[in-house]
């Protein structure tokens, strides 16, 4: 048996690799996954609450040093809109808890300026069975329902469920949906 130490980086590094994308094409909440209607969204003191604990992220200095590192290049599936880039807590994405007031992912996009700005906030529970035609296990968070399950992104990210909620950048699809047409990785 290993020991805890390299338990828990052979799980980081399983998490950094969650978020890495194998193309743009293949990226989060593709075709046939259930989850959110475009219609639904946060009560206004759950936005409130999530909003209070990531507020100072919008700093992507602050977010780096709570340990927040870059997963993904810039995601985009044409015709459909962007997520952005994806920064990961690895210690959150090892800890097998969903806490709303700490997301496992930060999504950020690239403005007009070459800057990135702090968009949405995303949460992701691998699938128990790793059978994408079974989905009895499927999360949900604040009432709502992940997305899922999808294959991973990349060969050494397992099958998962994901939840993206667009607090800081408006999504003219929904809040919850994973793809925000406004986003796009030439600048936003």
Not at 96 to 111: I, M, N, Q, R, S
Request: glycine fraction near 10%; charge should be negative.
């Amino acid at each position: 048996m290993r020991s805890l130490p390299a338990r828990l980086s052979a799980v980081a590094i399983t998490a950094a690799a969650l978020l890495s994308v194998a193309g743009p094409a293949s990226a989060h909440g593709g075709e046939g996954t259930d989850g959110p209607a475009p219609g639904e969204h946060l009560t206004n003191a759950q936005r409130h609450a999530i909003v209070e604990a990531t507020r100072q992220f919008k700093d992507l200095h602050a977010a780096e040093a709570a340990g927040y590192v870059p997963a993904s290049e810039c995601t985009e599936l044409p015709g459909v809109g962007g997520m952005g880039v994806h920064y990961l807590n690895p210690a959150y994405a090892s800890d097998a808890v969903v806490d709303p007031l700490k997301p496992e992912v930060l999504v950020y996009y690239p403005t007009k300026h070459g800057r990135l700005r702090l968009g949405a906030v995303e949460y992701f529970v691998a699938d128990a069975d790793q059978d994408l035609a079974t989905d009895d296990d499927r999360p949900s968070l604040l009432g709502h329902e992940f997305n899922g399950p999808m294959p991973g992104h990349s060969a050494d990210m397992p099958i998962h469920y994901d939840l993206h909620i667009w607090l800081y950048e408006k999504n003219p699809l929904g809040q919850l949906q994973p793809w925000n047409p406004d986003v796009s990785c030439a600048g936003s």
